[in-house]
C-alpha cells in the first residue's frame, strides 16, 4: 500500500467533513509509511487507537450532520461507519497488547475503504448539503 494523496475530487463541499477527512487520511498516511519501521506492539496499537478514536469523532460529527438536515441515507452511512471500527478493531485487538506488525492486509483495508467511502458514499451527500447551504 503507497501512501494516498489528497485529491481535489475527494471534496464533499463541506468544510469541516473534508478537513476531518484529510486528518483522517494523513494518520493512515502515517501507518502506511511507518509499516516497516514501527515494531513495537504497543506504539502501532497505540497509533490505530488513536486513529480509531478519531474515526470515531468523525463519524458522529457526519452523521449528527445528516441528522440535523434530514439526509435519507444516514442509515447507510451509520453501518458503514460501524463497519470500519468493528473490522479495523477486529485486525489490533487479537492479542492484548495489539498486532506485532502492521499487515499489509490492514493497511489496504485501511486506505482502500477510506478513498472507496469518500467516493462512493459520501460523495453522495454533496449535492443534498450544497442545497441546504452548508459549506
Ligand atoms: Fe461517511
Redesign the pocket.
Known sequence: METINWKNEFSVGVKEMDEQHKKLLGMINRLIEEQHTLTDPRTIADLLTEMTDYAQVH?RA?EFLMAEYGYEQISV?EK??QAFIDKTISFYSATDIGPNVLSVALLDYLGTWLVG?ILQ??MKYKDFFKSKELR
Open positions: 463519524f457526519e452511512q458503514q461507519h467511502h458514499e459520501d
